[in-house]
């Protein structure tokens, strides 16, 4: 079914790696991607041109992680397939790509009630207050929010890739969580010092934020289990 799976580098690249260490048989392939639309666009541009892509079955590639809702239907914990993904644009415009049908509806039968089907819009970054999430959600039509989404679909797109996409939320709209736009460098990758800065700022919603991601890393590691699975 999938051939490769492209997640977020940190923790939940190891909770897909630990899921996928349960499946016997031949699992897919696994690649840590950065944080944020410049940080994977870069990646992916490169990685296509690289050994490693030529040498893959390239054909079904499935992107996971975590993500934020932008509905008060989603709680921390629930699976979100993406039917398609949406990026923003200037005065409420938007640029919206579509999933790919047939792995989207295989991933759909195998988790069944286990998962939404819903459209995911990205971000530039990390959308930290609940209010703005609900508002961008009511005016984009989506349902969660990530920072890799709608890079990874059109550019693996347009190399004639066939993706899917599913999250696991671990932050809801009902509450804020520390901004970490300034934690992440330019590679996508999480600095220790400034991260520990903002969740000692703001501790109560560093606490939630801590909650829900550990809540969401471990749906995330049984899923890819499921996901990982041929049978």
């Not at 909770?15 to 940080?39: D, E, M, N, R, Y």
Request: glycine content about 6%; aromatic content about 6%.
């Amino acid at each position: 079914m999938i051939d490769t799976i492209l997640v977020p580098q940190g923790a939940e690249y190891k909770a897909v790696c630990k899921g996928l260490s349960q499946v016997a048989i031949s699992p897919p392939t696994v690649f840590p991607i950065p944080v944020g639309t410049l940080s994977v666009s870069k990646f992916l541009k490169d990685w296509i041109q690289s050994e490693h892509f030529s040498h893959l079955p390239q054909s079904k590639v499935l992107l996971m992680g975590l993500c934020g809702s932008l509905s008060p239907r989603y709680n921390v914990g629930d699976i979100v397939i993406y039917q398609s993904c949406i990026y923003p644009c200037s005065n409420k415009n938007k640029k919206t790509l579509l999933c790919d049908l047939e792995l989207t509806k295989t991933l759909q039968s195998k988790l069944q009630k286990r998962a939404f089907l819903g459209v995911g819009l990205t971000s530039d970054r990390v959308i930290s207050s609940a209010n703005e999430k609900l508002h961008l959600g009511q005016v984009y039509g989506a349902d969660v929010v990530d920072m890799e989404g709608f890079a990874a679909l059109e550019i693996l797109s347009q190399a004639g890739v066939a993706v899917a996409m599913m999250r696991v939320v671990s932050d809801n709209t009902h509450h804020n969580i520390p901004d970490l736009s300034h934690a992440f460098n330019a590679n996508g990758s999480l600095q220790p010092l400034p991260l520990a800065i903002c969740l000692l700022r703001q501790p109560i919603a560093a606490t939630r934020l801590i909650s829900g991601s550990l809540r969401g890393l471990r749906v995330l590691r049984h899923i890819t289990e499921s996901v990982g699975n041929r049978q």
